[in-house]
């Protein structure tokens, strides 16, 4: 009850439809709803612990908490994204049962001992088909599973085109353009004691990025790809605070491939957010973005796989 949506009159450009997201205000004496965020609306699970707890011992070992947090919040996440990008892939992707009372998708994860895909299936009603409730896991062999999807087995889902693995590479060679001065604006995500003029916070960064450059020209896996609102795009650290490759990044700096020839910083992310969409495709490696160092920021939010647009 924390979140209500209605639909649009409006389309994004492969004709989904576009959705409107309010919150619910938990401060007294306000207006009860606030927000306006536009959406590409796809099923959400609400994962309680205990199932992402079994699928987290179930998986191939990895962090899926930050810091010394224990809620599965990378988890989570990671599962919903996956999710949202199975409704949008459609076909064998997101599958439903026989008798249209259950929905399955492939997790993406193995099982550590056998190695084998473990999927999710959850409870669902056609009148509600983004309210998918009652979620549990299992893998190919399992018996209900094989009857209710009468032996289909959900595919994995593809985050970029065919192998073309340049899509997810950084090329360092490549001028990047930065939003200075929008970026210098987003005091709520930059760490304190920065000047408070907005110019020399703006001069910080852009001498930031050019560091960053210097020392992604030589470590290619540095610049990390994340996916969000349906493409590819980078995550540059930005050390404001502390010495470029040796102490820890304050932020990471978006950075969308403009042109076959040029990237463009366009905003910042707290590194909690960075490494959820990162990991919507593969498991950083890069040793700047470990969730183990990584204090889960009070803004992140369980949602975040909703691809808001605004």
């Not at 999807?149 to 985050?159: A, K, L, M, Q």
């Not at 707290?270 to 490494?275: E, K, Q, R, T, V």
Request: charged share 20%; hydrophobic share 40%; aromatic share 10%.
């Amino acid at each position: 009850g924390s979140i209500a949506f209605f639909r649009s009159p409006y389309s994004l450009p492969d004709e989904a439809a576009l959705w409107i997201k309010v919150k619910r205000n938990e401060i007294p004496n306000k207006q009860p709803w606030f927000g306006l965020f536009l959406l590409e609306r796809a099923p959400w699970i609400p994962f309680d612990a205990s199932i992402l707890g079994t699928l987290a011992d179930m998986a191939l070992p990895e962090p899926w908490n930050f810091g010394d947090k224990a809620d599965y919040t990378i988890l989570r996440n990671y599962l919903n994204g996956t999710l949202a990008r199975a409704h949008k892939l459609g076909n064998n992707h997101l599958l439903n049962s026989s008798d249209g009372t259950l929905v399955s998708f492939n997790t993406g994860l193995l099982n550590r001992t056998t190695l084998k895909d473990i999927f999710v299936v959850a409870k669902t009603d056609p009148a509600a088909p983004y309210d998918p409730h009652s979620p549990r896991v299992c893998v190919e062999d399992d018996t209900r599973f094989m009857r209710s999807f009468d032996g289909r087995i959900p595919e994995v889902v593809t985050f970029f085109a065919g192998n073309n693995y340049n899509d997810i590479v950084y090329n360092a060679s490549l001028p990047c353009r930065v939003s200075d001065e929008h970026i210098s604006a987003r005091v709520d995500r930059l760490p304190p004691g920065l000047p408070l003029d907005p110019r020399q916070r703006a001069g910080l960064i852009a001498l930031a990025v050019q560091k960053t450059e210097i020392l992604a020209k030589r470590n290619y896996k540095l610049v990390v790809p994340q996916f969000y609102m349906n493409r590819i795009q980078f995550l540059m650290p930005l050390f404001l605070t502390e010495a470029p490759g040796v102490g820890r990044p304050d932020v990471a700096l978006v950075v969308n491939r403009e042109t076959p020839n040029s990237y463009r910083g366009t905003t910042i992310l707290p590194l909690d957010w960075a490494y959820m969409n990162a990991r919507l495709l593969a498991k950083p490696e890069s040793p700047w973005l470990s969730p183990h160092d990584i204090a889960a920021s009070s803004a992140a939010t369980s949602d975040s796989s909703l691809n808001e647009m605004g």
